[in-house]
């Protein structure tokens, strides 16, 4: 399987946003992250990192960001 897990820049440190991560499409200044069952985030940032061998998305935060569900 290749899902991925997607990481985003927090205070020096990188908070998991979701796992099992299928599909990461563009929305405007944001990207919808849907998982293998289904669930949705919508997450404001810009990519800053796609590590293909570990199945990881880095993101970066937009200033003043934040994550809707």
Do not use: T, W
């Not at 908070?15 to 919808?32: K, N, S």
């Not at 069952?37 to 880095?58: M, N, P, S, W, Y």
Request: one cysteine or more.
């Amino acid at each position: 399987m290749c899902e991925a897990k997607v990481y985003i820049a927090k205070n020096g440190d990188e908070e998991r946003i979701m796992e099992d991560v299928v599909l990461v499409q563009p929305e405007g200044d944001a990207y919808l992250l849907v998982s293998l069952l289904g669930e949705q985030k919508l997450v404001k940032g810009r990519i800053a990192k796609i590590d293909f061998l570990r199945h990881i998305v880095h993101l970066q935060p937009l200033p003043e960001a934040n994550i809707a569900h």
